[in-house]
């Protein structure tokens, strides 16, 4: 199976800041990433999906890039309602594996 | 409009069978390059994939688990159900169902999630 490292686990960061959030794949998945947000007590929403692909709806500063190994998920002024926790997703062989997730917190 | 919920018991005791089931709506069960999945998370812990059924009633599970799990469908009442074995308080958390687009291969769906604690 192939595995999924996000880094970093937590991130600390004030309101304006711009934020990346990485996420390893143990082989090469190509472009099949998604990126997800996930606030206490809600069910995760897609941002990303095939790496760089927006979400419908969701705001422009945020955005996904990488290829092969390697993706980032980047904000580029964290706002207020960016607290939370994210996670990486790929598929492959008829399995779906999540990232270990990276919580942004307030500075 | 899509939606999935979620319904099934807030508290199971150790070694028995969970049931959930998942209800959908705004979509057919027989979508072409749709997937009904199940995914849970532990309380503060990461997402974890379950079970997986396809349009053709194919069935994919996680490793880990897969000699506890069950996915199953009812397409007349738009219902997809998970059973697993020998439940643990391990296996206390919040179970979702979520909708899979293979065209993006990402959930662009989920339900709200149902809480299952696992307690004598």
């Known amino acids: 199976d192939i595995q999924m490292t996000q880094s970093p686990s937590t991130l600390s960061a004030s309101v304006g800041d711009r934020v990346t959030i990485t996420c390893r794949a143990s082989?090469?998945?190509?472009?099949?990433l998604a990126w997800y947000q996930q606030k206490p007590g809600k069910a995760p929403k897609r941002l990303i999906y095939k790496a760089s692909s927006l979400e419908s709806g969701v705001p422009s500063r945020f955005s996904g890039s990488g290829s092969g190994t390697e993706f980032t998920l980047t904000i580029s002024s964290l706002q207020p309602d960016d607290f939370a926790t994210y996670y990486c997703?790929?598929?492959?062989?008829?399995?779906?594996?999540f990232g270990q997730g990276t919580k942004v917190e307030i500075k | 409009q899509i939606t999935l919920k979620e319904s099934g018991p807030v508290l199971v005791k150790p070694t028995e069978t969970l049931t959930l089931t998942c209800t959908v709506s705004g979509f057919s069960l027989y979508s072409a390059r749709m997937r009904v999945n199940w995914i849970r998370q532990a309380p503060g812990k990461a997402l974890e994939w379950l079970a997986q059924i396809s349009p053709n009633d194919e069935k994919a599970y996680s490793t880990s688990l897969k000699t506890r799990l069950t996915i199953s469908r009812d397409t007349s009442t738009s219902q997809v159900f998970l059973t697993m074995t020998n439940m643990d308080s391990v296996d206390t958390g919040t179970y979702y169902c979520?909708?899979?687009?293979?065209?993006?291969?990402?959930?662009?769906?989920w339900g709200q999630g149902t809480l299952v604690a696992v307690s004598s």
């Open positions: 082989q090469s998945i190509i472009s099949w």
């Open positions: 997703q790929h598929f492959d062989n008829y399995s779906w594996t």
């Open positions: 979520a909708r899979a687009e293979m065209a993006s291969v990402s959930f662009d769906y």
